[in-house]
């Protein structure tokens, strides 16, 4: 996804919060799945609580969480929240 808002250059933001192939890798591993024609993510099921003990699966999560936030300093008006689905919907 290609966003661009107000007063900001445009901006791919898997590439650009997430630069090292191999997380991406991990990510399409552990976290995510892609659609068919590798334009969408979809959600994994929910890991089995043996699933969750794995150590490749726990260290994607926090490389993933670091990568967000340091992706967030550095481009305080793009609102990762908003584009990665994570606002209330109430």
């Given at each position: 996804m290609t966003v661009q808002p107000t007063g900001v250059p445009a901006t791919q933001l898997?590439?650009?919060i997430f630069p090292d192939a191999r997380i991406r890798e991990a990510l399409?591993?552990?976290?995510?799945?892609?659609?068919d024609s590798t334009t969408?993510?979809?959600r994994r099921p929910n890991?089995?609580?043996d699933e969750l003990?794995?150590?490749?699966?726990?260290?994607?999560?926090?490389?993933?969480?670091e990568c967000m936030a340091e992706f967030?300093?550095?481009?305080?008006k793009i609102d990762l929240k908003y584009y990665m689905g994570f606002q209330s919907r109430g």
């Open positions: 898997y590439p650009s399409q591993t552990y976290i995510v799945e892609m659609n969408q993510f979809l890991p089995r609580p003990r794995l150590t490749n699966l726990r260290e994607t999560i926090k490389r993933a969480e967030q300093k550095r481009n305080p």
